[in-house]
């Protein structure tokens, strides 16, 4: 047994829908402007330019239990807070340079979740050519809700996503829309970093 001389933190993890079980979380890979509206939205190209990446920490998930979001608090430095509503892929079975057709082998599960961004902290950073993890990775910032096994969802490629607060519609759009497809993200994805179960 380890002995560790601080206390270890708990194990970030995500209720299973319909389950008592939890899924651990030990990353947490974004990919950027990855649909073909919000590439517009954000003065991008939405073309086939290779997808790139950034991370939160596993400890920004803010659980969604029973239908009801954990404390989301809101974060210092930013009068600008951006929500996008996001599909969430949950790594059930690790691998590097994975090839396309087995990508979605290794997918354990999906559900939605929020990317919560300091806008206005992004674009600060962004204009002197720094990074902007301070603006995407910050405490509460990853809103996520129930995973569902792959068994019970299939592999949706399409379906709409949407977003609505106090009843009043945000965001609205289609899984179809995604430049890079799941299979592509993962096999990309892959190439970087090897990817584990819970990532």
């Known amino acids: 047994m380890t002995d560790y001389v601080i206390e270890q933190a708990p194990v970030p993890v995500l209720p299973v829908a319909g389950s008592e079980g939890v899924f651990p979380v030990r990353r947490i890979y974004c990919v950027g402007r990855n649909y073909a509206a919000h590439a517009r939205e954000m003065g991008g190209d939405p073309t086939r330019e290779a997808p790139f990446f950034f991370c939160k920490p596993a400890d920004a998930v803010v659980p969604v239990r ?20 996001e599909l969430v892929v949950a790594i059930g079975r690790g ?11 290794h997918v354990w599960g999906y559900t939605v979740g929020l990317d919560m961004t300091r806008r206005d902290l992004q674009g600060a950073l962004k204009s002197k050519g720094q990074p902007w993890e ?3 990775a ?7 809700a129930p995973l569902v096994p792959v068994e019970r969802s299939g592999h949706p490629a399409a379906a709409p996503i949407w977003l609505k607060v106090n009843g009043e ?4 759009g289609d899984l179809a829309d995604m430049i890079w497809s799941v299979a592509e993200i993962v096999a990309r994805l892959s190439a970087y970093f090897r990817l584990e179960p819970a990532t």
Do not use: C, M, N, W
């Open 169 to 172: 519609a945000r965001q609205h």
């Open 66 to 85: 029973s239908g009801t979001l954990g404390e989301l608090i809101y974060p210092s430095a930013t009068q600008d807070l951006h929500h996008e509503v």
């Open 95 to 105: 691998g590097a340079d994975i090839p396309v057709e087995q990508a979605l082998d």
């Open 138 to 144: 910050f405490d509460h910032s990853a809103p996520v």
């Open 134 to 136: 301070a603006a995407k």
